[in-house]
């Protein structure tokens, strides 16, 4: 058995479920896909062994060595929940693929979100922003965009136009949403970097009919000559453009209820198809109008239904914009993993390797002759002496004589013990370890006196 690090308690594994499972089709295999894990399926022994603040918690490839980027959103050891992500270097699309979840370091913490195993890692190779609401903080300026907090990078961060009437946490299904209160406001990013193609996806329960999930201005922030829609008009989800006339795109995805948490999807591509996914469901038409960005335009998000009242309002899981058109497997697993309780399965708590012992000084021969010297047992890791008694087994070609306790050791390796011989080591110790002969029986040789060895 492998294992990441000895100074690692714990473990446990984490299978990901075959995807094929949930839409009956083969998958492609994904490379760098980041895993959603609930931590409240992680049980009950991993809460009472994991630091507080998750600071210990790493993840490893099958080989049970390899350690890939993660990020702890949130944990709350005494509610056992908590939203955490790890990166998935390759998943495969058509069988099981496995990963080892390590815990139990008292002494250690969470990587650096810049350093090569924390958050940004998990996420920027795929995605240019990536919001997690637990994170928002109402403290921050939401008009400068410091209340949010961008896990792919934090350098692209949206921001909100017009005054909020209700701006706070509450709830979700995976942590916390951002539960809004729509009145003449909306979020917005500028120019994400002129990208040619792009995909958004979101956790969101809308609780009002048509309200827009994402709008990109084209040609300099210029409606009358092009705007793409991904919004809901009524109650169903719709991809529309405006260049001079609304068209609709595609919107036959089915009816959603306002009471539920929906995966919502959308990807667009210039001079090509446009994608709409609900729930993994998929709707495809051609994109007529060309260009999506042509420099110094917007990406608005969760704002009004073209010139219709209606503003967006409702709960705000997840929003996550990448700069290529991802594909439908990629979308659907995602969807998956957010939805399904049984994406993965864990496995039982596993322990580190017991300590080896590796070399003995002084060497003693196979004659047991007794070693007059400062004994050194080295092992492959750390062992950890506690308060009670520590007996030493039988290593081969050597006969230890029994316990110590603490740090008061006299250790006797002998061959054979006569009587004479073990009543010497039985005075020596009543009066070495206990200053006295108490422990002595009144017939005993060294009852008034200690023996000299």
């Known amino acids: 058995m492998a294992w990441y690090n000895t100074n690692w308690l714990y473990r446990k594994k984490v299978t990901i479920t075959n995807p094929t499972i949930y839409n009956g089709r083969p998958f492609s295999n994904l490379t760098n896909f980041p895993v959603y894990v609930n931590l409240a399926y992680m049980g009950a022994n991993f809460f009472s062994n994991v630091r507080s603040d998750g600071g210990d918690i790493r993840v490893t490839l099958a080989d049970e060595i390899t350690e890939v ?134 956790y969101v329960k809308p609780t009002t009919a048509g309200a827009l999930i994402v709008k990109n201005l084209g040609t300099n922030n210029s409606s009358t000559s092009f705007s793409e829609n991904l919004r809901i008009s009524g109650t169903t989800f719709q991809h529309y453009y405006f260049d001079g006339a609304s068209v609709t795109l595609n919107s036959n995805l089915g009816a959603l209820n306002f009471n539920n948490y929906y995966h919502l999807a959308g990807t667009a591509k210039n001079g090509g198809t446009g994608y709409l996914y609900q729930q993994g469901l998929i709707a495809t038409a051609t994109d007529p109008t060309g260009t999506l960005w042509t420099g110094g335009d917007t990406f608005n998000m969760f704002g009004r239904d073209g010139s219709s009242p209606n503003w967006f ?103 054979t013990l006569t009587d004479s011989d073990r009543q010497k080591i039985e005075g020596y110790l009543a009066w070495k370890w206990f200053g006295g002969n108490n422990n002595l029986p009144s017939n005993h040789p060294y009852k008034l006196y200690a023996p000299r060895i």
């Open 313 to 415: 309002t409702g709960l705000i899981e997840e929003f996550r914009i990448s700069p290529i058109q991802l594909s439908y497997d990629w979308i659907t697993t995602e969807s998956n993993n957010i939805r399904f309780n049984n994406f993965f399965t864990v496995g039982t708590l596993e322990t580190g390797p017991s300590p080896n012992l590796q070399s003995l000084t002084p060497a003693i021969g196979s004659t047991g002759n007794a070693a007059n010297t400062n004994l050194v047992l080295d092992f492959d890791q750390n062992v950890t002496v506690g308060t009670g008694n520590v007996t030493i087994e039988q290593i081969p070609n050597l006969n230890i004589g029994g316990t110590f306790q603490g740090d008061l050791a006299e250790l006797m390796m002998l061959n």
């Open 69 to 202: 980027p993660r990020e702890l959103v949130s944990i709350n050891t005494s509610t056992q929940t908590g939203e955490f992500y790890f990166r998935a270097n390759t998943l495969n699309g058509n069988a099981t693929t496995d990963f080892y979840i390590y815990f139990g370091n008292a002494s250690a913490t969470n990587p650096a979100k810049n350093a090569t195993f924390g958050t940004y890692n998990v996420w920027n190779s795929v995605y240019r922003l990536v919001l997690h609401m637990d994170e928002f903080s109402p403290a921050g300026s939401i008009q400068a965009g410091t209340a949010f907090i961008n896990s792919a990078n934090n350098t692209y961060l949206p921001y909100m136009l017009g005054t909020p009437a209700v701006t706070s946490l509450a709830n979700g299904p995976l942590g916390k949403s951002l539960d809004i209160d729509g009145t003449n406001y909306y979020m917005s990013m500028n120019d994400p970097v002129d990208m040619t193609e792009y995909t958004f996806s979101t």
